[in-house]
């Protein structure tokens, strides 16, 4: 069921600005990759050009082996998160969670099944005849994950999802996050700014300055073996 993603040489330029220069990436199914890097190196466009959103100007996109460049983003099986929830504010959590497979055409029953199973997993049981406007931060941002659950992508991308959270709740979020990467297995890759985020959650972390890769590869190993010194200063290894 898990999928692998790959990177050709991909590169995105707006205009005639580039701004993603000669990716080359392999991510293996099941695998829980991080993005990291300072603001505006391109994790957003990195992850938006892989989930669809955005066109790819050069180089070769493939899941599972098969070329995605021209494939719209509802036929890539891919659910995004954002850190701006976007929850519908005049619909319950159930009809947010649901009002996507209902366009869709699901039938009632299987969206019932559907979203009974992202409120058990994600706990939110007791809140899905609330609207948004009465939960927490860290429970709207369980619903805005449970919206791309209910879909069964193959592939989860979150880019920033907990950066609107208090400290705390971004800690107790990380965990909740990894333990749904155990539960599901699905192939993730989560954008994050945050050295911690990154040593703590990921299988891989790829590490971007200025829409290039510093280095990628396990956490200890960046740290243990950083490629140069920006990596070593973003990774927080000893000089
Ligand atoms: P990050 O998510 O790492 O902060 P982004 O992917 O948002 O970085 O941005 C990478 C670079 O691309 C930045 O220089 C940004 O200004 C530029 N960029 C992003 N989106 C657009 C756009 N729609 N038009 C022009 N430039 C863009
Ligand atoms: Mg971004």
Do not use: W
Not at 10 to 27: A, M, P, R
Not at 119 to 141: D, E, F, T, V
Not at 198 to 219: C, F, N
Request: with cysteine; charged share 25%.
């Amino acid at each position: 069921m898990a999928t692998s993603i790959t990177l050709d040489r991909v590169e995105k330029s707006f205009g005639g600005l580039q701004v993603i220069h000669g990716i080359d990436l392999q991510i293996e199914p099941g695998e829980f990759t991080v993005f990291v890097g300072p603001s505006g190196c391109g994790k957003s466009t990195l992850l938006r050009m892989i989930a669809g959103l955005e066109e790819i100007t050069g180089g070769e996109l493939r899941i599972d082996g098969t070329r995605m460049n021209e494939v719209p983003a509802s036929k890539r099986g891919i659910a995004m998160v954002f850190q701006s929830y976007a929850l519908y504010p005049h619909m319950s959590v159930y009809k947010n969670l649901a009002f996507g497979l209902e366009t869709a055409g699901y039938k009632k029953a299987e969206i019932r099944e559907r979203v009974q199973r992202a409120a058990n997993i994600l706990q939110i049981n007791p809140l899905l005849q609330r609207r948004p406007k009465a939960l927490s931060g860290g429970q709207r941002q369980r619903v805005a994950i449970g919206r791309a659950i209910v879909r069964e992508p193959k592939i989860f991308l979150f880019d920033e999802p907990l950066s609107n959270l208090d400290a705390e709740l971004r800690v107790q979020m990380r965990v909740e996050i990894a333990g749904l990467h155990q539960t599901l297995g699905n192939t993730m890759i989560y954008v994050t700014h945050d050295q911690v985020e990154a040593m703590t959650m990921a299988d891989k972390i790829v590490v971007l300055k200025e829409g290039r890769i510093m280095q990628a590869g396990r956490p200890l190993d960046l740290y243990n073996r950083p490629a140069n010194r920006f990596v070593a200063g973003f990774i927080g290894s000893p000089k």
